[in-house]
């Protein structure tokens, strides 16, 4: 162990580097409306970013964390060099993105590096597969999902003689995304590890979009 001090060492010298370019790509994400409507000036903004970011896993879970670092890569791949290297190819990902304009989740860069350097070490065994049943489970909910969706919002769509096809496609699209989470909610359907990574980068944008359409035609109507 006392041979891999100093690589450690290095490692949190990373995790914190890590962390840095993290905030050059996210920080404006989530300053970007307060600052514009000159609610906030940008230095009070990025500061309480700053001290939500640092309170949020005190506060709530660390269930990300465990879900990334137990559930994606088999234990016996991840060695220091294997994590220390899974964080640099993730630093110069974000890094290269940031510097290019280009939007990137510094949680999904992480889950990569981590994949690539468990593999490199022990091969495809290294990635922990999701469980066919489960599979199955999300397929079958998400046909369901998608079908209630886009007949409900077909017709709701219909009614107002508008294109119905578009409505179907949309409602499609919003009935997959909703039905999956609120199984996940109910306790209906167990999702976890790689799958549920993989799920989430299609439905979040998708339930944000949703989210906000509806919120906004809610406060436009009252107000």
């Given at each position: 162990?006392?041979?891999?001090?100093?690589?450690?060492l290095?490692?949190?010298i990373?995790?914190?580097a890590?962390?840095?370019?993290?905030?050059?790509?996210?920080?404006?994400?989530?300053?970007?409306?307060?600052v514009?409507?000159?609610a906030?000036?940008?230095?009070?903004?990025?500061?309480?970013?700053?001290?939500?970011?640092?309170?949020?896993?005190?506060?709530?879970t660390?269930?990300?964390?465990?879900?990334?670092?137990?559930?994606?890569?088999?234990?016996?791949?991840?060695?220091?060099?294997?994590?220390?290297?899974a964080?640099?190819?993730?630093?110069?990902?974000?890094?290269?993105?940031?510097?290019?304009?280009?939007?990137?989740?510094?949680?999904h860069a992480?889950?990569?590096g981590?994949?690539?350097?468990?593999?490199?070490?022990?091969?495809?065994?290294?990635?922990?597969?999701?469980?066919?049943?489960?599979?199955?489970?999300?397929?079958?909910?998400?046909?369901?999902?998608?079908?209630?969706?886009?007949?409900?919002?077909?017709?709701?769509?219909?009614?107002f003689?508008?294109?119905?096809?578009?409505?179907?496609?949309?409602?499609?699209?919003?009935?997959?995304?909703l039905?999956?989470p609120?199984?996940?909610?109910?306790?209906?359907?167990?999702?976890?590890?790689?799958?549920?990574?993989?799920?989430?980068?299609?439905i979040?944008?998708?339930?944000?979009?949703?989210?906000a359409?509806?919120?906004?035609?809610?406060?436009?109507?009252?107000?």
């Open positions: 162990m006392i041979g891999f001090e100093p690589l450690i290095f490692g949190i990373l995790a914190l890590l962390n840095f370019v993290n905030g050059l790509n996210d920080a404006s994400h989530s300053i970007a409306t307060v514009a409507t000159k906030l000036s940008p230095a009070k903004a990025v500061f309480f970013t700053a001290l939500c970011n640092l309170i949020g896993p005190f506060l709530f660390t269930a990300v964390a465990a879900t990334i670092g137990t559930a994606i890569v088999a234990s016996d791949a991840l060695t220091p060099l294997s994590i220390v290297v964080m640099g190819a993730a630093i110069i990902l974000v890094f290269v993105a940031t510097r290019s304009g280009i939007p990137i989740s510094s949680s992480m889950v990569g981590l994949l690539g350097a468990g593999i490199a070490v022990t091969g495809m065994s290294a990635v922990i597969l999701p469980a066919w049943t489960g599979v199955m489970e999300v397929l079958v909910y998400g046909i369901a999902g998608a079908l209630i969706g886009a007949v409900a919002l077909g017709l709701f769509v219909a009614s003689h508008e294109d119905a096809r578009f409505g179907a496609m949309l409602g499609a699209l919003c009935g997959v995304s039905v999956i609120v199984m996940m909610v109910l306790g209906l359907i167990q999702i976890g590890g790689l799958l549920a990574i993989v799920l989430f980068i299609f979040s944008p998708v339930l944000g979009m949703a989210g359409f509806v919120f906004d035609v809610f406060i436009s109507h009252l107000f």
